[in-house]
């Protein structure tokens, strides 16, 4: 089955010590995005690539790094993971329209991975 | 960052039951998303309304956009154990490509 697949689903380092989580997807989608998620919270989008654009949010903190080298592989780069950067981290994948469409947005869901959960010592 | 009021925030109910969880916007939604995530795991997409008074079904969970397209609302009938988990209501609302998301309705179903 098509699929999105985040590795690993569970992941231990150290404060400050860097980290890369991986997501994967079968699904052919031209849109990729990373979130994080803490307890009891939806998720924060962290930045999306739109083919191969780099697309941030304004409020992710340049810690958090993230690199497309394929449409298929999606990485998220933690350069020095603070007790802060706990959380789950989902990775998800959709089928956007063309810019050049006249509609300004998607509408197609998006479709998630089961997840990376991270825990700093 | 703007959110979805969504409610209840938990939700108790026995096998059978049915229920109801709603998703409310302050601006019209040009996309709204059910998803259902279980503890420690990723969101599984459960359905999508776009058009207003649009009304979609699968197995036992109905979901309704309201003809204002700012509010929905998410039905399961006789509800069952394998029901249980986060609900979450995520849309496209104003001129945001970015998905705005409800901070979830804790389900459980006591057998």
């Known amino acids: 089955d098509a699929m999105v697949i985040q590795n690993p689903r569970y992941q231990v380092t150290q404060f400050g010590k860097p980290v890369t989580l991986s997501c994967s997807q079968t699904?052919?989608?031209?849109?990729m995005y990373w979130y994080q998620q803490k307890s009891s919270q939806a998720p924060k989008l962290l930045f999306h690539?739109?083919?191969?654009?780099?697309?941030n949010e304004a409020d992710t903190p340049d810690n958090f790094q993230s690199r497309r080298p394929n449409t298929s592989f999606c990485f998220l780069d933690i350069r020095s993971p603070g007790l802060g950067d706990a959380a789950m981290y989902l990775c998800?994948?959709?089928?956007?329209?063309?810019?050049?469409?006249?509609?300004?947005?998607?509408?197609?869901?998006?479709?998630f991975g089961d997840g990376t959960r991270l825990s700093i010592l | 960052s703007q959110e979805l009021e969504q409610s209840p925030q938990s939700l108790i109910v026995q096998e059978g039951k049915n229920l109801t969880i709603n998703c409310t916007s302050s601006?019209?939604?040009?996309?709204l998303y059910w998803y259902k995530q279980k503890y420690g795991e990723g969101l599984i997409f459960l359905m999508m309304?776009?058009?207003g008074g649009e009304e979609k079904s699968h197995e036992k969970i109905t979901a309704k956009l309201d003809e204002k397209k700012q509010q929905s609302s998410l039905h399961i009938t006789a509800s069952q154990p394998s029901h249980a988990g986060i609900y979450l209501c995520?849309?496209?609302?104003?001129?945001?490509?970015?998905?705005?998301w409800g901070l979830g309705t804790s389900l459980a179903v006591n057998p």
């Open positions: 995520g849309g496209y609302a104003g001129n945001n490509r970015k998905l705005i």
């Open positions: 601006k019209t939604l040009y996309g």
């Open positions: 699904l052919n989608h031209n849109v």
């Open positions: 309304l776009q058009k």
């Open positions: 690539y739109y083919d191969k654009d780099f697309n």
């Open positions: 998800a994948t959709s089928r956007d329209i063309p810019r050049r469409a006249s509609r300004f947005y998607s509408n197609q869901p998006q479709h």
